[in-house]
């Protein structure tokens, strides 16, 4: 059968032709309707299929097979696929919020700006590693929002599913990938390592600041592969308003090497998610580029370099957050004797783990809280530093570590919903004995351990 | 339509009883056993029985090269694989030499090839290990889905538009689409005898309605398996490579 000519008003496996809403050189997004259907929906048509580009063709064909095993507000719903001896198309949700690309025109941003837009974007591809699924081709473009502000991944057509196979791994030479955002492993051919998403969302947080990408448009293989050894100009040098902590962030993202960028998606959305917390290193502060010699050294690293071998698909699960709800209490210094030395037991395994050491100072339901003024100030202040005396015997390097004093009426609620915001993989906690009103009223580590959306490790003191 | 895929058992009885409790929880319409139903292993009278009675009640049976080797003597194989052939022949009776002896090479149904090794010429016993070997295969038919074992160690493979193939290795539990417009090349991990470092067996359901392929691996008593191999007096390493999956 002949593939139909494309144009307003083609009914296509159901779906009726309603407007070109982006008429690209690789394929045309049409807003199309179904009757009997309320979403709003998009169709997006490949143009080129017969052999100039097989990228092109087994991209869409990717696409094909992942987005419908994707699910999420940080996915367009997908809703059906055309068939390629026809004419291949897919149907999904309409994002309507506009992109990250339209937003860009704004840049620079200020910097609370960027970490809000930066930590919705690092949320989506969070989602996006939990679900086996690498983005690889990160870009503002590629970033959608929904009206709510919720950052939507679009575009899987680079994207590599970690338990299905690869069709765009073996083929192709060249590498793949949009330029100015592609990290060096993926100038390498390398499809399997999350922390290529991370570099890239390190580019768009700097474009995002600065204004300007970091390491512009190269074209041709030649120029790419000085991404192996080119450091851009710390933001700091272009932006002097840049804070400390935003620098810290954006250089951390794009390092060469991806073992010096943040091991996973989460523990990137938690610095951008606490500012504050951030570890600033000399990065932080600097105003120039590497010297010339650190280059060339660099350089000639680079020279000899291949393909990395492919990370280990646990990788994500050996750096994992860790929340421990520290009760503070005096009454029960031998329940937060046990959680530390569980705490400690548990992190000896886990040596790319971060440890986020919560206290919830509980806030009286009813009335006008005194704690909200100066003394409740006092009192917040004073909750983090036996916080931080809590943890010191456990001995973990400052980079590892972080304090957080959550107020709340609800300690249970607080802590669950923390762990939720930060992509926390593991909660460790304590619950005190047994008692009758506790199980009349039930525990926080109860509701905790019920409502938590990760592994929940609760401990006793030994009677 | 789903179809089990079962693949050198190679009398392991504990395996290939392991995997057919598993399979009959599957829901599937039909059984594909793709040869080499002995060799190797302590069981071979249990195990051809086993699979006579599948192919009585509607199972594809195909022979696999230790299948042809219970009639052949000039069989190409390692020292191992001929003493427990030599073993295998005397344990043998006569209906079940009939039965190995008449089993087809391959079965077609529609756009579907079942062979034991490869399609290129099929009693040669090729191995499917590599892309090329893969490809090698493609261009020998134009089956659009080939289905074999032979090498112990489950892959698939799918032909690319500039007609190189591309590499994967299924893991069990994760089912992978296989998209209708495409060629795909599985290669079912051995029941019996796995060779990819998992000591569980491995079979695989095809859903043709769907186009998914759904590798599976079925953990069994190999222990018991590895005991009835040294009682028969086979070579040792026969029964210590179950516990490795080696």
Redesign the interface.
Known sequence: MRPPRIEKGLVLDGFTLVAPLKLGGMAQIWEVTREGDDLPMVMKIPLILD?DD?TM??GF?ME??ILPRLSGPHVPRFVAAG???HQPHIVMERITGGSLYERMTGAPFAAAKVARIGLAVAHALCDLHRQDVLHLDVKPANVLFREDGTAVMVDFGLARHR?????L???FRLPIGTAPYMAPEQVLRARDDPRSDVFALGCVLYEMTTGRQPFGDPRGSRRLRKRLWWDPWPPRALRPDCPDWLQEIILRCLAVDPAGRYPTMAQLAFDLAHPGQVRLTAAASRMRRDGRIERLRRWFRAAGAERPPPPALDGDTAAPIVLVAVDLAADYCAVADAVRAMTGRMLTLLPGARLACVNVLRLKRLGIDDTTDGEGRALHVARLIQLRAWAAPLGLPAEAISFHVLESTDPAEAIVTHARENHVDQVIMGARGQSGTRRYLGSVSAQVTAEAPCTVTVVRAAA | MRIALLTDIHANREALEATLAHVARQQVGRIAVLGDIVGYGADPVACTEIVMDLAASGALVLQGNHDEAVARDDADMNADALAAMAWTRGVLGEAHRRFLAGLPLTAREGDLLLVHAGARNPGQWPYVMTPRDAELSFGATDARLIVCGHTHVPALFSLQPNRTCVAFTPVAGSPVPLAAHRRWHVVVGSVGQPRDGIAAAAYAVLDLGQGVLEPHRVPYDHPAAAAKIRAAGLPDRLASRLAHGR
């Open positions: 052999g097989p063709i087994v064909e094909q097979m068939d390629f001896a338990r299905l196979p690869d069709l791994a073996e083929e």
